[in-house]
């Protein structure tokens, strides 16, 4: 939620525009694109892959059906009250129970998003309230917990419902007390929210929720003893029961632990000592957060607490850690986006899609939203209410770009451009994202060997008509000269990565505003290079046959394999049309081109895609056609964000100065006239 952090009040969600009621419009066609794909994912895997959790309790074999203890057969995680609470259900068909199951958690979704978007902190804006709702939904169906969720047909959104409902939607304090028990009894760690009612000053409510705490649970045990006694005493309040609780499935302080080695009384030591620390920070600040006026914040810390200090704490149970977007973090108005696009990422991705498999940082991946949470619940400095960077955090420099040659360029003029540097953390997060789906479709764009080679056989047949063809020749200069082929080799392998980021850390360091022009133009570039691998799968000169070519990396391919050996599983060897090798050395080419202040530095910028061009073709990856084609996306790339954003050039405004009194130029935006860039500031 960018700016979603504040209650509707009163008529604040009346339409404030056109242009928020077309965002609205497709806020809510996403919400039910969403809603779709979520059931058509549950409802067309076989009964046997979908609801497992529901039909592990409640199906023909399930242990609500038969007779003896829940904990028995291991399968049952959830409390002695909630299988009292469930086992009505066994007498449902199966099948039906499944749809209804499905479509009535996604409607708990729907309502806990609606509730959510209620109790965000006022005052709020009426855009903001507008496109609260929607917004609000659409992170919850994408988001980890929920997808987990519908997909073991548990009961996690529930709880989390109880007390949102508890908090916001009911009055008085003895029934937010009842909901709060009752939320507590189906997940027993809910019951800290009695301590945060306690903390501020809600007695009843406090009182109430423990109350209805102990009448469910010694509900459940007058009705089923054996299978209190099994959970509570046996089993250590449910930490025994599920997955094995080092698994990377847990995510609290105890599994973390359990992780890292530690066993026994040390490791049990530890975790109490560090679960009553946790404990304690995170419910003093949830309190000062709700004294603040924002409780919807403090509700969102009790929970990410309650994750952090249980026992067990699966993937369906984290959804209290997304309700920490709505914290408001950083005085600058550039870096508000920073935490809700952290929360958002860690809740809707997993760990290793956001963070490289290195061993320095695999503890870090692998316990991503327990980090998150300990990270909210103790850390993250939310802004208290009474900050004056509350509603005005310190704005964002923004510049115009220079008169275009044309027009209609830019096509989006509310495509600012931002003077100062974006943030690096979410700036690195959001490129390894993007980087991770570049080579998930990468990987995935294939049509098989045999149009694979019909394309190389094309392309072969093209260059031989334009007189082009010279990779065989190339190829066997080059495998004939051992220093010349040793240095292709370390060139193709070693600088693809390092020049474009190298030339990214440069300017994000030293011309923040040419970095962004520069980031989106290889952004673009990549995109539709994507859709050539897609489109038109291409052999490779290497994995040509009957053409002796030369593989100078790899050494003889087996091409009679169909997987070619372990080097397919890495990278799709028919992602050859663009060549984005050339594609990349051509985009670091240009910009250091334009950008570099001496003429021996773009002279010697240029180097680097005459060297690529011949690494490809000398090491046989590539046809010549296929760094055209690198050309073609690049040189899109560039066209479309000129296009979109107008010229790579800004000017700057300063403000009027008072009479009697000398401009200075400090840069600000106003209206009368420009002041210079510094030097080497255009192209």
């Known amino acids: 939620m960018t700016d979603v952090e504040r209650s509707v009040r009163g008529d604040a969600a009346a339409d404030p525009g056109a242009r928020a009621a077309v965002v609205r419009g497709v806020l809510w066609l996403l919400v039910g694109v969403l809603a779709v794909r979520q059931v058509a994912v549950v409802l067309r895997r076989p009964p046997g892959e979908r609801l497992i959790d529901l039909e592990t309790w409640t199906g023909a074999t399930g242990v609500l059906h038969i007779a003896g203890s829940l904990y028995e057969p291991g399968r049952f995680t959830g409390t002695p009250f909630a299988g009292l609470v469930l086992r009505p259900l066994t007498v449902s068909a199966e099948e039906a129970l499944g749809v209804a199951w499905t479509f009535g958690s996604l409607l708990l979704v729907v309502l806990l998003g609606f509730v959510a978007a209620r109790a965000l902190p006022a005052p709020v804006s009426r855009r903001t309230a507008f496109l609260a709702a929607p917004l609000a939904i659409a992170l919850l169906m994408v988001s980890l917990p929920v997808r987990n969720t519908l997909h073991l047909g548990q009961t996690s959104i529930l709880p989390v419902l109880l007390v949102l409902l508890a908090c916001f939607a009911v009055r008085g304090e003895r029934l937010p007390g009842v909901l709060t028990g009752i939320a507590a009894a189906l997940q027993p760690a809910v019951l800290l929210f009695a301590v945060l009612f306690w903390l501020t000053g809600r007695r009843r409510a406090a009182v109430g929720g423990g109350v209805?705490?102990?009448?469910?649970?010694?509900?459940?045990?007058?009705?089923?003893?054996?299978?209190?006694?099994?959970?509570?005493?046996?089993?250590?309040?449910?930490?025994?029961?599920?997955?094995?609780?080092?698994?990377?499935?847990?995510?609290?302080?105890?599994?973390?632990?359990?992780?890292?080695?530690?066993?026994?009384?040390?490791?049990?030591?530890?975790?109490?000592?560090?679960?009553?620390?946790?404990?304690?920070?995170?419910?003093?600040?949830?309190?000062?957060?709700?004294?603040?006026?924002?409780?919807?914040?403090?509700?969102?810390?009790?929970?990410?607490?309650?994750?952090?200090?249980?026992?067990?704490?699966?993937?369906?149970?984290?959804?209290?850690?997304?309700?920490?977007?709505?914290?408001?973090?950083?005085?600058?108005?550039?870096?508000?986006?920073?935490?809700?696009?952290?929360?958002?990422?860690?809740?809707?991705?997993?760990?290793?899609?956001?963070?490289?498999?290195?061993?320095?940082?695999?503890?870090?991946?692998?316990?991503?939203?327990?980090?998150?949470?300990?990270?909210?619940?103790?850390?993250?400095?939310?802004?208290?209410?009474?900050?004056?960077?509350?509603?005005?955090?310190?704005?964002?420099?923004?510049?115009?770009?220079?008169?275009?040659?044309?027009?209609?360029?830019?096509?989006?003029?509310?495509?600012?451009?931002?003077?100062?540097?974006?943030?690096?953390?979410?700036?690195?997060?959001?490129?390894?994202?993007?980087?991770?789906?570049?080579?998930?479709?990468?990987?995935?764009?294939?049509?098989?060997?045999?149009?694979?080679?019909?394309?190389?056989?094309?392309?072969?047949?093209?260059?031989?008509?334009?007189?082009?063809?010279?990779?065989?020749?190339?190829?066997?200069?080059?495998?004939?000269?051992?220093?010349?082929?040793?240095?292709?080799?370390?060139?193709?392998?070693?600088?693809?990565?390092i020049v474009p980021l190298a030339i990214l850390g440069v300017l994000y360091v030293r011309r923040p505003s040419d970095y962004r022009w520069a980031r989106t133009t290889i952004g673009v570039a990549t995109v539709l290079a994507l859709l050539g691998f897609w489109l038109y799968p291409l052999a490779p000169p290497r994995l040509m046959p009957g053409l002796g070519f030369i593989d100078t990396l790899n050494g003889v391919q087996d091409l009679d394999s169909p997987d070619f050996g372990a080097l397919t599983e890495m990278t799709n060897q028919y992602a050859a049309m663009p060549s984005l090798h050339f594609g990349w050395s051509l985009w670091c080419g240009v910009v250091i081109a334009l950008l570099a202040p001496k003429a021996w530095m773009k002279a010697l910028g240029l180097l680097h895609p005459l060297f690529t061009v011949l690494a490809i073709i000398a090491t046989a990856n590539h046809w010549v056609l296929d760094a055209v084609g690198g050309a073609a996306v690049v040189a899109a790339g560039f066209g479309l964000t000129y296009a979109l954003s107008g010229p790579r050039g800004l000017r700057t405004f300063a403000p009027a100065a008072p009479a009697g009194r000398p401009d200075r130029g400090t840069g600000e935006a106003a209206d009368d006239g420009p002041v210079p860039e510094p030097a080497g500031s255009k192209a």
Not at 347 to 375: M, Q
Not at 390 to 405: G, L, N
Not at 463 to 485: A, F, K
């Open 212 to 497: 209805t705490f102990a009448v469910c649970t010694a509900l459940a045990w007058v009705v089923m003893p054996q299978d209190s006694w099994a959970y509570w005493a046996h089993h250590l309040a449910g930490a025994g029961l599920g997955e094995s609780p080092d698994s990377l499935a847990n995510q609290s302080l105890h599994g973390a632990l359990l992780r890292f080695g530690l066993q026994g009384p040390v490791e049990t030591a530890l975790f109490l000592v560090l679960a009553v620390g946790v404990a304690v920070l995170g419910l003093r600040r949830a309190a000062r957060y709700a004294r603040d006026g924002q409780l919807l914040l403090a509700v969102a810390v009790t929970g990410c607490v309650a994750v952090a200090v249980s026992p067990t704490a699966w993937q369906h149970q984290l959804l209290w850690v997304l309700l920490a977007v709505v914290g408001r973090v950083g005085v600058r108005a550039s870096d508000r986006l920073v935490w809700p696009a952290v929360v958002v990422l860690v809740l809707a991705l997993p760990g290793k899609v956001l963070l490289p498999n290195v061993g320095v940082i695999l503890p870090i991946r692998d316990n991503a939203l327990l980090v998150t949470a300990l990270a909210a619940a103790c850390a993250v400095p939310f802004l208290s209410r009474t900050s004056p960077h509350w509603q005005r955090p310190v704005p964002t420099d923004h510049a115009k770009p220079v008169p275009a040659r044309y027009a209609w360029v830019p096509l989006l003029p509310f495509w600012r451009r931002v003077l100062s540097r974006p943030n690096l953390l979410l700036e690195v997060l959001l490129m390894r994202v993007v980087y991770t789906a570049y080579s998930q479709v990468r990987l995935a764009a294939t049509a098989g060997r045999s149009t694979a080679e019909e394309h190389g056989r094309q392309i072969h047949s093209a260059e031989q008509w334009l007189r082009i063809d010279i990779e065989h020749w190339v190829n066997h200069t080059v495998v004939g000269i051992p220093w010349l082929r040793a240095f292709f080799d370390y060139y193709y392998s070693t600088f693809h990565f």
